[in-house]
């Protein structure tokens, strides 16, 4: 069919789409420039910086307690990992040792934050292959994890939680409660997820074999995450790096050696599960204690380096300070996840349908504010 | 390998490296020259073989540039912090990694439009996050804007 | 009461008083003008009821409660929408082709008003009664694509051209699957005569009767008409997570209401034929032989008959379009090709067998 097709050299010319910035299925502001040759792709080119607020500059100017409150202006669906992030390699850097309690509430706040995140992402990874349904189903499991994150924190999106040496406030009385009724309630829910998507065939047909990201290619385009442990590459940062209480809890790191959109699939959902693990295991045992240790009003780092790496959502993020000994860092860089991971998207998109890009997209779960920073 | 026998190789492949115990990682400076066989040879050794670059970044220091590379090796599970620094700040220039690194093409991207060091042989180096037209590299010291100030 | 069983007795004595007072040309005319009138006036109500109902619906399925605020249980806002969409401006680009951009909707309009005209409502509500009724509605039906390619070729966006392509490509396939699962029941038949075919049904609906063939052909006809109607899991020339919204991006105020529109005339058309020629139409559930049974059957009036069977219908079309995510374009096609046409083909083979053989009910 092809020499066919090759004999008659049917004329057939690339052209441009503008992908986004403003696009139902980019997530945000991300602009691709897609080079096509009919439905197929050729050619996928992102221009970022539409949400680039340079964060890192401000940085510069700002205290470690202000810094923390950037940090969840970035990925806003793992908001609290990202300012852990940052109270850890102070926390380091100052050399503090936080309590017991401390650590286990951030643990379970971390990994409701990372159920929260995928729930979000399955509602729209749903809606952007046509299924519309799942959307409003994620979203109303989501809601109970926000109303548990209010109470505690007093907000539902840009939350604040974490500061260098512990934790604003104690945690609510009924946090404990909540948090179970939420783990029993979503425990029934969870099955619905495969029951509405996993298990349809069209969903399937337009998963498999699509978007293939060998282990090799991950690592090397830095792909960590859900995203790079479906290819088989064993980047978990809690289990590597073990930090806060992870290295108390049993869990299993979810890795897939297809590579494709529905391992990756299968990964977040895995990933639901062992987070609902981790949170029963801690939420009785929150051992008693201070929720902080006091530190002092304006921090001053010692002079040196910090890197601190923590697994969210989307994979490594990391927070690398340089301090010269003042009240704020001399450099400092985010390495969030999104950036790296939206760097494979060309590689694994060429030669697939548009359709085929919108569930890649989807499933490498970008947050645009993550990648522009 | 542990930090010491990194030391030892990476002070068999260029002499002049500094090489500091940090808190966390083997911290080793080089001169930007000596970036480019230093990170194919750190990357393709089997000893070593740091096939992870989990950060890049750059540094406006006073009197110099430098660029960081965290490297992390996924078999064997150690890391390194490679610093390549670049003597001039007037015109920075340096080698790109990004064939040995796949990650690099957009992170050197990044440096480059916030730093304006320059990644020779970077298949695609231009702006990445602020416009095309925009003056200037705001990441730097130095970097004055008064129509959008940052308030201290 | 009477007339609500047999509508020929209305329609005789509205012909009847007409002709005593007008010459018979001014009559028809007339008849004419007041049919025209009766099918804008339904074609509206179709469109304020099927929106409700589809926002209704999807709420269901998405466990919320849909429009609640414009009059009781949000039943006006329908009515609200209209006049926001009446009160939008009228948008188009600047190298859009005008004349086509502007044809386009209404060449949508037209055939789905067309195709409307054939279909027997109730006894004696018939507009049109061809005796190839079942083939002119499926041509004219198919007319729209006309408009829809237009719409994607004129308003100068690519993804209006995508959507319009993909969607010349899907409507062209569909329509042979449609056509030969109805083909199946022709079969069966014997005549495309829209009244005969529901008169034949008189002893039992054709799906019940049919065997399995006319089971087959039934889930063929769903899946084939809610793909040529750009619905459900088919939706790709909307597909608003690729295309935005496809061929028409580009519209805005009436000129979008008018795709809106024509798109929910079409699901109404496409199940009403479903109804027409698998379900009986607008005869009554019956039971060949069982005269009690039958007669309190009769008791319900056609038109009630009619209208719950096409109801099941878009039920049934919107039941798959909240659930399933959508299809890739190869997909599409694929099934269509390699699948549904090939079992269809076997299936009439079938059908004329049992037919030949008088196997059937």
Request: proline content about 4%; hydrophobic content about 45%.
């Amino acid at each position: 069919m092809e020499e066919i097709i090759h004999d008659q050299e049917l004329e057939s010319k690339e052209y441009f789409i503008n992908m986004g910035p403003q696009h139902p299925s980019t997530h945000g502001v991300l602009r691709l420039v897609l080079s096509l040759d009919g439905e197929i792709i050729r050619k996928v080119e992102p221009h970022l910086g539409y949400i680039h607020r340079s964060i890192e500059k401000m940085c510069e100017h700002d205290s470690y307690q202000q810094i923390v409150h950037l940090t969840d202006r970035m990925d806003y669906l793992s908001c609290h990992i990202n300012n852990e992030a940052v109270c850890l390699a102070v926390e380091q850097a100052l050399e503090v040792e936080v309590p017991d309690r401390v650590k286990v509430i951030r643990t379970i706040i971390d990994e409701l934050t990372r159920l929260s995140s995928h729930q979000l992402w399955w509602g729209v990874m749903g809606m952007d292959l046509g299924a519309i349904t799942s959307f409003l189903y994620g979203f109303r499991d989501r809601e109970m994890i926000t109303d548990i994150f209010e109470e505690t924190c007093g907000a539902r999106l840009t939350m604040n939680y974490n500061i260098p040496g512990g934790l604003f406030f104690d945690i609510h009385p009924n946090f404990q409660k909540r948090t179970k009724d939420f783990i029993t309630y979503f425990k029934k829910k969870l099955p619905e997820y495969d029951a509405l998507l996993s298990d349809n065939v069209i969903f399937k047909q337009r998963m498999n074999g699509i978007g293939k990201l060998s282990k090799e290619d991950a690592i090397s385009y830095g792909v960590t995450g859900p995203t790079g442990r479906a290819s088989g590459f064993s980047c978990d940062v809690r289990k590597h790096h073990s930090y806060m209480a992870y290295d108390r809890v049993e869990f299993k790191e979810i890795l897939d050696t297809e590579g494709d959109c529905f391992a990756r699939y299968k990964c977040r959902i895995a990933e639901m599960w062992e987070s609902m693990h981790i949170i029963e295991q801690l939420i009785d045992n929150i051992p008693e204690g201070d929720y902080k240790v006091p530190t002092k009003a304006v921090i001053k780092l010692p002079k040196g380096e910090w890197y601190q790496k923590v697994e969210t959502a989307r994979g490594e993020f990391g927070v690398y300070i340089i301090s010269e000994g003042q009240r704020s860092p001399y450099r400092l860089k985010f390495r969030s996840p999104g950036f790296s991971n939206l760097s494979a998207l060309d590689h694994m998109a060429r030669g697939c349908k548009i359709a085929d890009l919108v569930a890649i997209m989807s499933t490498l779960d970008l947050v645009i504010p993550d990648i522009d920073r | 390998m542990d930090n010491e026998e990194i030391k030892k190789f990476i002070l068999d492949h260029v002499a002049e490296a500094d090489c500091v115990e940090g808190t966390q990682f083997l911290q080793v400076t080089i001169p930007s020259e000596k970036i480019l066989p230093l990170a194919a040879e750190l990357k393709s050794n089997e000893t070593t073989s740091f096939d992870f670059l989990f950060c890049l970044t750059a540094v406006d220091w006073p009197d110099h540039m430098e660029v960081v590379y965290h490297l992390k090796s996924t078999t064997h599970n150690h890391q390194l912090v490679l610093k390549a620094k670049i003597s001039t700040r007037e015109n920075p220039e340096i080698e790109t990694v990004c064939h040995i690194w796949r990650t690099a093409e957009l992170h050197e991207r990044e440096a480059y439009d916030l730093f304006g060091i320059k990644f020779l042989n970077h298949p695609d180096l231009r702006r990445l996050l602020l416009t095309d037209d925009w003056e200037g590299w705001p990441m730097r010291k130095d970097y004055d804007d008064p129509i959008n100030m940052i308030a201290y | 009461m009477n007339w609500l069983y047999d509508f020929s007795i209305l329609t005789q004595s509205i012909h009847e008083s007409l002709s005593r007072n007008f010459v018979p040309g001014t009559v028809v005319l007339i008849e004419m003008i007041l049919a025209g009138v009766a099918f804008m006036i339904l074609f509206a109500l179709l469109g304020l009821v099927l929106v409700y109902a589809e926002r209704k619906v999807s709420a269901f399925f998405q466990q919320r409660l849909g429009p609640m605020r414009v009059g009781k249980w949000g039943t006006a806002q329908t009515l609200a929408d209209v006049i926001k969409l009446l009160m939008k401006e009228p948008l188009m680009n600047k190298n859009a082709d005008k004349f086509l951009f502007n044809l386009a909707p209404y060449i949508i309009m037209i055939s789905a008003f067309m195709a409307m005209a054939a279909l027997p409502f109730a006894k004696g509500l018939q507009a049109l009664d061809f005796d190839v009724g079942l083939l002119y509605i499926s041509a004219v039906s198919s007319l729209g694509v006309i408009g829809i390619l237009l719409a994607g070729w004129s308003s100068d966006n690519k993804y209006s051209l995508i959507g319009a392509l993909r969607s010349g490509a899907q409507i062209i396939s569909y329509e042979l699957s449609v056509g030969l699962s109805l083909l199946t029941i022709v079969v069966l038949t014997g005549s495309l005569q829209l009244s005969v075919i529901v008169e034949s049904q008189a002893d039992g609906w054709w799906i019940f009767r049919g065997h399995i063939p006319a089971v087959i052909a039934f889930i063929i006809f769903l899946i084939a008409s809610t793909a040529e109607t750009n619905r459900g899991p088919f939706d790709l020339a909307e597909a608003e997570s690729e295309l935005t919204a496809g061929f028409h991006t580009e519209y805005s105020g009436m000129k979008f209401a008018f795709f809106f529109l024509a798109e929910f005339a079409n699901m109404f058309i496409v199940s009403a034929l479903g109804a027409t020629v698998f379900l009986g139409g607008w005869m009554p559930f019956h039971i060949g032989g069982w005269e009690a049974f039958n007669n309190i059957m009769d008791y319900i009036p056609p038109i009630v008959w009619f209208f719950g069977k096409v109801s099941f219908m878009i039920f049934m079309m919107m039941w798959f379009r909240w659930t399933f995510p959508r299809l890739r374009i190869d997909q599409l096609l694929t099934l269509e090709w390699k699948y549904l046409l090939p079992v269809n083909l076997m299936n009439i083979l079938v059908m004329a067998f049992l037919v030949l053989m008088g196997w059937h009910f």
